[in-house]
Nanobody
Framework: QVQLVESGGGLAQTGGSLTLSCAAS????????MAWFRQAPGKEREFVAA????????YYQDSVKGRYTITRDNAKIMVYLQMNSLKPEDTATYYC???????????????????WGQGTQVTVSS
């Protein structure tokens, strides 16, 4: 079992920044991937960013490249998503997710992830 708890969401202005945190417990070492997804009202859940826990290799959705940074703290068992230059279209509920390590495009597929947090709301005003 893995438990994930997100925090750090809130309201930001266009061009502003927010940092999301995901506290993980349970199987949080070894060959795993941690990721962030987001879901806006009426839309499907979409991949945002992922990090391979062992190798720290990162992956990003094209629309957030250069603006978002995913990192992890092995000692604290935390995953972070630093979001800069926020846009109104970034407004969504953001979810932390866990999966056994994988490579390729499957890393961007929600169904590939076993455990999810409850989500944290991010709202960007124009």
């Amino acid at each position: 079992q893995v438990q994930l708890v997100e925090s750090g969401g809130g309201l930001a202005q266009t061009g502003g920044s927010l940092t999301l945190s995901c506290a993980a417990s349970g199987r949080t070492s070894g060959n795993i991937v941690m990721a962030w997804f987001r879901q806006a009202p009426g839309k499907e859940r979409e991949f945002v960013a992922a990090i391979n826990w062992s190798h720290r290799r990162t992956y990003y959705q094209d629309s957030v490249k250069g603006r978002y940074t995913i990192t992890r703290d092995n000692a604290k068992i935390m995953v972070y998503l630093q979001m800069n230059s926020l846009k109104p279209e970034d407004t969504a509920t953001y979810y932390c997710a866990w999966a056994p390590a994988m490579i390729g495009e499957v890393i961007k597929v929600p169904r590939a992830y076993t455990y999810w947090g409850q989500g944290t709301q991010v709202t960007v005003s124009s």
